[in-house]
T-cell receptor, first 112, second 113 residues
Framework: QKEVEQDPGPLSVPEGAIVSLNCTYS??????FMWYRQYSRKGPELLMY????GNKEDGRFTAQVDKSSKYISLFIRDSQPSDSATYLC????????????FGAGTRLFVKA | SQTIHQWPATLVQPVGSPLSLECTVE??????LYWYRQAAGRGLQLLFY??????ISSEVPQNLSASRPQDRQFILSSKKLLLSDSGFYLC????????????FGSGTRLTVV
């Protein structure tokens, strides 16, 4: 079993839709949860960061962590064609020396 | 502001040839530096990381090596490339503050033929 599981997609939605991207994980020690966005042929860029459980909102993006279910989500409201990219979840734990484990990424297409 | 430079963007190399990828960081001192490889459909695989000049930790035993000759320079090398070395190589830096996450370079697409 992989430490972090992420549906690779692709996920195709119309412009303006609400997008839900998810990851599950197996290591209960993970405390730091991140979402990266990666455009084609580019390096990933940090989009959202959450510590422990709860929600965090930044503009059209909301990150949610449910540690009891070992499940994290990224919601994108009013999706735009410019949101078309691959989204990678990532997580780390202090006990692991903050080694970061990445999901495989979900490819998202937002159609105009 | 901090920036990270990585080159070349694309590289096609024959099997058995050497490799040298370079990464430099500007705007920060003593960064933690990382080399990752990304294969299609798979997560980022950590290859090497460095917390200081000459200090290299290897995560995956393989055909590659890394060096850090200067504080803000990180080099990924191979003496003889294998077909399996093809992939998207990413250099990254991070401070000790996990919340800041990684800053990645733009990557090198390596195809070994």
């Amino acid at each position: 079993q992989k430490e972090v599981e992420q549906d690779p997609g692709p996920l195709s939605v119309p412009e303006g839709a609400i997008v839900s991207l998810n990851c599950t994980y197996s290591n209960s020690a993970f405390q730091y949860f991140m979402w990266y966005r990666q455009y084609s042929r580019k390096g990933p860029e940090l989009l959202m960061y959450t510590y422990s459980s709860g929600n965090k909102e930044d503009g059209r993006f909301t990150a949610q962590v449910d540690k009891s279910s070992k499940y994290i989500s990224l919601f994108i409201r009013d999706s735009q064609p410019s949101d078309s990219a691959t989204y990678l979840c990532a997580m780390s734990a202090q006990t692991g020396g903050f080694k970061t484990i990445f999901g495989a990424g979900t490819r998202l297409f937002v159609k105009a | 502001s901090q920036t990270i430079h990585q080159w070349p963007a694309t590289l096609v190399q024959p099997v058995g040839s050497p490799l040298s990828l370079e990464c430099t960081v500007e705007g920060t001192s003593n960064p933690n530096l990382y080399w990752y490889r990304q294969a299609a459909g798979r997560g980022l695989q950590l290859l090497f990381y460095s917390v200081g000049i000459g200090q290299i930790s290897s995560e995956v035993p393989q055909n590659l090596s890394a060096s850090r000759p200067q504080d803000r320079q990180f080099i990924l090398s191979s003496k003889k490339l294998l077909l399996s070395d093809s992939g998207f190589y990413l250099c990254a830096w991070r401070t000790d503050t996990v919340a800041y996450g990684y800053t990645f370079g733009s990557g090198t697409r390596l195809t070994v033929v």
